[in-house]
């Protein structure tokens, strides 16, 4: 099969090249989201006024849910074989024709259409994050993932903004379509643009002992040697995947998923699962909550919500500074913010006074932006031979499912009560607290040895 590109050693990360491309993927992921964010929260009015029931929408909302579900695992896993650079700018470019099609939908069959090709391609934050991680070293991987993660939100704080004063000009959804478009065409160049010296040959290797690696333990020898080897052969491995068919590289990216599935990385991604459901099933009824239980108005309710998203891109900076206090201890910071997102969701779900609110969505905030992000920072460590693409596209599959499933349990929840979602959401990340600390034996070390034990 192959072995991924390794991850970059810290002479090659700081390189002027290096720098250049980190930045440039960081504004690649600000437009991303600020493209995304103008344009998502209209969606559920626009299809409305097309004249679809609340069904059809549903079931629409669904089926973009399972084109990522399914999706997601084989994009990033057909990044490891093609390269990063083309498959990013394959995504952006298709998803940049799919917010086109948006802006022309003037009945529910062409809406629905143009969510098709979106469902299926729309993972450039995936592949970034990718892309970043076979730059930099890993003991830097959370501090840098947590930068880009910052970027991305600072797009979907102003996105909204400028999305609803466009919706309240004349035909301001098709406006919003075209500028969420061209944003995504402008994502496409810069790609185009960026530094070609740091994306390296592909993110495969082919390497015919691959399994003589099965076993090792020390991944930071095991990157050295592949860097040196992969380097050496980086002219063979760029003609090799121009020579590639389709139908190869599909079969490949299959491959490689399949060997995520039936790893040992279950437990991680179980962990990925309920963590994600948990928030979710806090943000499910937030809005309806806060008028319901403290009489909010739905702008007041915003303004808390932008307040949140705020706090997260200042916890994505202060990655660097925790992560040295914890010793770039991915497993422990990710344990203990999994402890304060139980107790801030519990206490929100319990909250008496608006103040209390507002401390547990503080909280909130930071601990899950610094969760979300070292919880990739451990399936890139422990999957270290499948690939960074195939991993970050079956965690993101993995959070899908999530997608899928809260909708059902949040309305059964909020059948007993306002405070139901949440409440259950509380359960689960508990059972991810106690999943982490039963399989506590199976991490060990700092970030640049700890791997899945035998």
Known sequence: MGTTRPTATRGERETPSGRSLQHCLHVVGFLDLFGVSM?????????????????????????????????????????????????????????????????????????????IPVGIFKHSLSI???????????????????????????????????GGSLTELPGGFYITSFLCSSIFIINAGLVWLLPWY????????????????????????????????TYQMENQIIKKHKKQTFWTQVVSAFRKVAGVAFSHMWEIFLVRLL?????????????????????????????????????????????????????????IMLLHSNILTFFSILVYSLAPKMWIVVLALTLLAFSTNIGRTCIVDLEL???VKHGSGTLIGVGQSVTSVGRILVPLWSGIAQEYSPCGPPQLGAVLSLASIFLMYKSKLCYSGSAQTKVKSA
Not at 72 to 90: K, P
Request: a neutral charge.
């Open 128 to 162: 970034s994050k990718a892309f970043l991680s076979d730059l930099v070293t890993e003991e830097e991987r959370p501090i840098v993932m947590g930068r880009f993660n910052a970027a991305s939100s600072l797009g979907f704080i102003l996105g909204p903004v400028v």
């Open 198 to 229: 740091e994306d390296k040959p592909s993110c495969v290797a082919p390497f015919p002992n691959e399994s003589s690696f099965n076993g090792i333990t020390d991944t930071s020898a095991l990157k050295s040697d592949l860097t040196l080897h």
């Open 381 to 383: 460590t422990q999957g």
């Open 39 to 115: 344009i998502v929260p209209l969606l559920n009015h626009h299809v409305k006024s097309l004249g679809a029931s609340p069904t059809t929408a549903g079931i629409i909302g669904s089926c973009y849910g399972m084109f990522q579900l399914f999706s997601s695992s084989l994009v990033g896993s057909w990044s490891d074989v093609v390269g990063r650079r083309y498959s990013l700018m394959t995504c952006i470019v298709i998803s940049a024709l799919g917010y086109a099609l948006l802006g022309v939908s003037t009945n529910i069959y062409i809406y629905a259409l143009a969510r």
């Open 275 to 331: 963590s994600a459901i948990a928030v979710m099933l806090y943000y499910s009824n937030f809005a309806l909550a806060m008028e319901e239980r403290f009489h909010m108005t739905p702008r007041m309710t915003g303004y808390l919500i932008s307040y949140g998203s705020t706090l997260g891109v200042l916890a994505g900076f202060l990655l660097g500074p925790l992560s040295r206090i914890y010793k770039h201890n991915s497993y």
